[in-house]
């Protein structure tokens, strides 16, 4: 385990910041990125330390549970700047497609993640959700034109 620079305690490698002092970490920040030593080191997971947390490029991209699932994933994903959408007709026709491009780096901010594959994989949840309900609103929608 590495110390702090400035306290001297013990901190995580998965943590950009020391916990007790507050001073930015001097461990490498990508896989296989060397160290003073030239040993490699895993990528410091900054999730949830808000504005200072560093965006790995793996989750950057579309998120469709942000975008069909709006209020609901963001509560799940700490995100609560989704609750816009519940503001009529601009919340729900803006927000969704803000939601939808910005939602990956705003959960990654906003809430702590194990590793970059446990965000992809409850993130991929969120998508199907979305798509399985999208599809069920089509589906309800489709009835009811029909049957009007």
């Not at 808000?50 to 699932?69: C, R, T, V």
């Not at 995100?79 to 007709?89: E, M, Q, W």
Request: hydrophobic share 45%; net charge positive.
């Amino acid at each position: 385990m590495p110390y702090c620079r400035e306290c001297g305690k013990e901190v995580s490698t998965f943590m950009a910041f020391c916990r007790n002092c507050g001073v930015k970490l001097n461990i490498p920040q990508a896989i296989g990125e060397k160290d003073d030593k030239g040993t490699k080191s895993p990528a410091i997971n900054s999730s949830g330390n808000g504005a200072s947390s560093e965006i790995p490029p793996e989750i950057k991209g579309w998120n469709w549970g942000a975008f069909f699932l709006w209020w609901i994933w963001g509560i799940g994903n700490n995100t609560y700047i989704s609750l816009l959408t519940l503001i009529p007709y601009v919340g729900q026709i803006v927000m969704p497609f803000v939601l939808g491009a910005k939602g990956n780096e705003w959960a990654w901010k906003n809430k702590r993640w194990d590793s970059i594959q446990h965000f992809k994989s409850v993130q991929w949840k969120w998508e199907s959700a979305g798509i399985i309900w999208f599809v069920i609103a089509v589906i309800i929608g489709i009835l009811v034109a029909v049957l009007s």
